[in-house]
């Protein structure tokens, strides 16, 4: 569905005699996306799946010293996100520096923030589960890679700060840490998000047309005006794939506003589709978290799950302009080749482990490693069969 609908969304009309021409990849038709780059994105996407599938994900947990695999994963991503601030290495599109070049390749490394911080979080608090109740040697360090994390990140994409860091902060209490220390959290995550709005007149803006986009309806307001105007003309039947006649007129159509262009082409049964396969997803996840026999499984699962689920709803309550205009892309569905990747390969890390409690459950393992049972910072063996 993300191709197609990247592929719809991304035409427009200016081709010899007015035809319709793609203003990505060519010329449009029900072949030319066969041809295109997000199909070898989407490609690339189910092969990074199958791959994360096949993981020992428990092996990131036992792995220790500097050759860790979650090691070298954390360093090289907070490494990547620095590099964007700086002016010669950050690749600029569309005003913002979020991206890092490679030649013909383009790189988001927040995304791969994102996703590590998942793995990183549940790590630390599996470890040190027993002294998670603690404050500084439990809940600090936790806190300050959040800080550091969410701090390279807000300067050019507030969305996605407060995504990690809102599922940082979920893995954190699941891990075991106290909710009182969630109250300096709170003050210091507050006092940023609205640091970063105050140093930006832009997105003091955005908050202004957030209650009123008729104040400048050329202007701030164009977004979520002509948001809103596609569902109406999708109505309930939608008026069929490829018809979108918003799309013209939507900035950041086969982005962060893609779901109102499916929503008018497909109607109510494609929204009702995407959210409910969203839902599916978020379903089964649960399932595989509960299932899970050791702790550093189960804060993963959560992590996946939750950062999937929270980014949808935060993009879908966007479009919908129930709250205000903020930059962050629909999962698996806007066009994006590092977002498509690593989405994927986090759902094959889920994968996985549903595999490891498959074969636990089958009675195959021969040992697993329990993160709750700790003494000294080592893991204890339990034997399962």
């Known amino acids: ?54 993981l020992n994900v428990r092996q990131l947990f036992t792995a220790r010293g500097m050759t860790s695999p979650l090691l070298i994963l954390l360093l090289g991503a907070i ?14 599109v569309n005003g913002a520096h979020r991206w890092l070049k490679f030649g013909p390749v383009t790189f988001q490394p927040s995304e791969l923030v994102k996703w590590v911080m998942v793995l990183a979080m549940a790590w630390w608090c599996a470890r040190r589960s027993g002294v998670m109740n603690r404050f500084t040697p439990g809940a600090l360090p936790g806190i300050l890679l959040i800080g550091l994390a969410c701090g ?89 794939l ?7 007129y939507i900035p950041e159509d086969t982005t962060d506003f893609i779901f109102p262009v499916l929503t ?13 396969l969203f839902l599916t997803i978020l379903w089964t996840g649960i399932g595989i978290v509960r299932d899970s026999k050791d702790t550093f499984s189960r804060l993963v699962g959560l992590g996946v799950i939750t950062t999937l689920g929270v980014q949808a709803a935060i993009n879908l309550a966007v479009v919908t302009v129930v709250v205000p205009t903020k930059g962050i892309a629909l999962p698996l569905i806007s066009a994006g080749g590092t977002g498509w990747i690593m989405t994927a390969a986090a759902i094959g890390i889920l994968a996985a482990i549903d595999n490891a409690n498959a074969l636990e459950e089958s009675g195959l393992a021969s040992d697993t490693t329990d993160s709750t049972d700790l003494e000294g910072g080592k893991p204890k063996l339990r034997l399962t069969a």
């Open 1 to 54: 569905m993300g191709v197609i609908m990247v592929h719809s969304a991304g035409s427009s009309v200016g081709g010899p005699g007015g035809s319709v021409v793609d203003s990505t990849f060519g010329p449009a038709g029900p072949w030319s996306m066969f041809a295109s780059r997000h199909t070898v994105y989407a490609g690339i996407a189910i092969v990074a799946m199958l791959l994360a599938s096949r």
């Open 79 to 92: 490494a990547l996100q620095g590099m964007t601030l700086v002016p010669s290495f950050g690749h600029e």
């Open 152 to 240: 390279m990140i807000v300067k050019e994409d507030l969305g996605t700060a407060v995504l990690v860091g809102a599922v940082a902060v979920v893995l954190l209490i699941a891990g075991g840490m106290r909710l009182w220390v969630m109250v300096p959290v709170l003050v210091l995550g507050v006092t940023g998000i609205v640091g970063a709005i105050m140093a930006a007149p832009y997105r003091i803006k955005r908050l202004m047309i957030y209650r009123d986009p008729w104040i400048d309806p050329q202007g701030a307001g164009y977004h979520p005006i002509q948001s809103q105007l596609a569902f109406a003309e999708g109505g309930v039947s939608g008026s069929g």
């Open 242 to 248: 490829g018809q979108s006649i918003q799309k013209y």
């Open 264 to 276: 008018e082409e497909l109607g109510l049964a494609g929204a009702a589709l995407v959210i409910g």
